[in-house]
């Protein structure tokens, strides 16, 4: 990794290194096309499917590399983190894989099927309020108490490198990608997809998709510095994190623009993948197809690779049947 | 095809037929499998997923292989069927793609979502009430108004030979199978399965699952003579219809058992693939593993293919929201 007066920025091998590390612990992720959404589209779209990923997230990648990159003695106090979700069940996953504890703050309205998660792969949560500064106070009060390593749902280069291994998969199964789109919250699966593309393919534009109701990225983006919203509200419950430094330096200098879409649009992007793929996927990775009907003209006549972030939904409450 | 005093029973080379004739119109669907349901069941499961077919069920198969078969002449004249769905839709489907005329005959309270299809397609629907009676007196109606060609569900040579295209392709994805198991309505699925299995390894189980509370092919299996029931109700709205002579004549030779499981059993199967698998699928997809669960003894440390049939489900009214 290389050294920054202030933090450590990931690199090319970093991401080598961390597909070998993860791999008896993950899937290679199957990428399906739909041709009802290429005609709908006018582009032809990869959707690299990491809800079918072990713990239905990519964030699985990002939490098997720093935890099998530990070695024994720091392993063995455990690790812990808080996360909105999909991060806090990949590290119970993979602490679960190494034998070690793990211990995860979680909003207390995080969604239930993703708390069982938690718990079922071994974790043990402490609940807080559903803002970043409650969050990052219990945080603090956690790992205090227990001494565990603490990995970042983002922004840590470890969790980042591991995140890059989604983009490298995704080069060798599609041939000549134009675009990729994926949500950002926090930023780490932009961060990594931007690792591996800038070094590997640069001509690949980067899109980061957000909801307009936590558009925090796209603010930040537009100002050119770090803009961070308390506890927005959106039904893209995986992307309500602020960007950090080290996401930021990836977001800031690689990603080609970051668009945005409404809770319906995301919504309605979301029932129409379900309705036409036959996949359960989660409302945060809706966002980028939500963006791409916004935006026909970005994308028409493009080979674009859409990143699948993740599957955890609560089955009994799905968006379309509220209200 | 083999000549019978009454029927025409399709042969092995009806399958290779149908294979050439219906790949440029249908997809090779992939097999998935999860580690959680082969721990819990002590099995190792592969899913074929006809839900990511065309059309969203195996069903494309056999109406793309009697479609295709039509002589330009008979084709001019259309084709017609009545069908709880997914035949109804893969028929206009397989019409469409020909350009010719599809008339169907469907219950008035078939899934919106199969309505929707249907007309998606360009076929065209006339409703009958949910019973066989009324389906097959309103079909006969709309058939000599027409004078199109008759594509039965199930009961048909052609199709049986479309479906027996399914078992083929899992038997190259998946060495060794023990076994393999598919929902029984009609029986045009495990008819294929049978034509082809039954030639090509005789030595695989093949078991047909059904609802308790539309067993009649099970009550028909132990008879020896086919039962039907008129209007069964289950949450497997594509299973109710009863077996016909050409289906009878291969459940009853190749068969190795009927199992049958209750309503919730089948939800909760249907919601456990769903939760674990990430895959949408219908209710009538679910009753294989459902009775897998409920028949560990038989299936444990086998090898088992579990076809999953369609993945045609109402979004906005999911049978475990009921109620």
């Known amino acids: 990794m290389m050294k920054d007066s202030s933090m450590i920025v990931p690199t ?5 290194g961390a597909r070998e590390r993860i791999a008896p612990h993950v899937h290679v992720t199957p990428v399906l096309t739909s041709s009802y959404l290429d005609d709908l589209t006018g582009a032809q779209l990869f959707f690299k499917c990491e809800n079918f990923q072990k713990a239905a ?7 098997c590399n720093a935890v099998f990159g530990l070695s024994d003695d720091d392993a063995a106090k455990g690790v812990a983190t808080h996360s909105s979700g999909n991060h806090a069940l990949s590290l119970s996953y993979a602490a679960g894989r190494r034998g070690i504890p793990c211990h995860v703050v979680m909003p207390r309205t ?19 309020e559903p803002s970043t500064s409650s969050r990052e106070a219990t945080f603090e009060k956690v790992q205090a108490e227990t001494g565990a390593d603490f ?5 840590d280069p470890r969790v980042i490198a591991g995140q890059a291994t989604c983009s490298a998969e995704l080069m060798e199964q599609v041939d000549r990608l134009d675009a990729v789109i994926a949500p950002i919250g926090g930023g780490g699966m932009i961060s990594g ?32 510095h770090i803009i961070a919203d308390d506890a927005p509200q959106t039904v893209a419950d995986g992307l309500k994190v602020p960007l950090k430094d080290l996401t930021w330096h990836f977001v800031s200098n ?36 939500a963006c791409i009907l916004k935006n026909p003209d970005l994308f028409r006549d493009k080979r674009v690779g859409v990143i699948v972030t ?10 379309w049947m509220e209200g």
């Open 12 to 16: 090319l091998e970093d991401m080598y």
């Open 57 to 63: 997230a990519f964030k699985v990648r990002g939490a």
């Open 110 to 128: 995080a969604p239930q099927a993703k708390k069982d998660a938690v718990i079922g792969y071994g974790g043990s949560i402490t609940e807080c």
């Open 151 to 155: 990995v970042h749902p983002y922004n």
């Open 193 to 224: 997809t931007c690792l591996t593309l800038s070094n590997l393919a640069p001509d690949v534009q980067i899109y980061a998709a957000e909801p307009e109701q936590a558009d925090d990225a796209a603010r930040s983006f537009r100002a050119g």
């Open 254 to 289: 690689h990603v080609t623009d970051i668009l945005t879409a409404s809770e319906q649009e995301i919504i309605d992007a979301m029932r129409l993948i379900w309705l036409r793929m036959k996949i359960v996927m989660e409302p945060s990775s809706a966002v980028p197809l």
């Open 310 to 319: 993740g599957g955890n939904v609560d089955l009994g409450k799905l968006p």
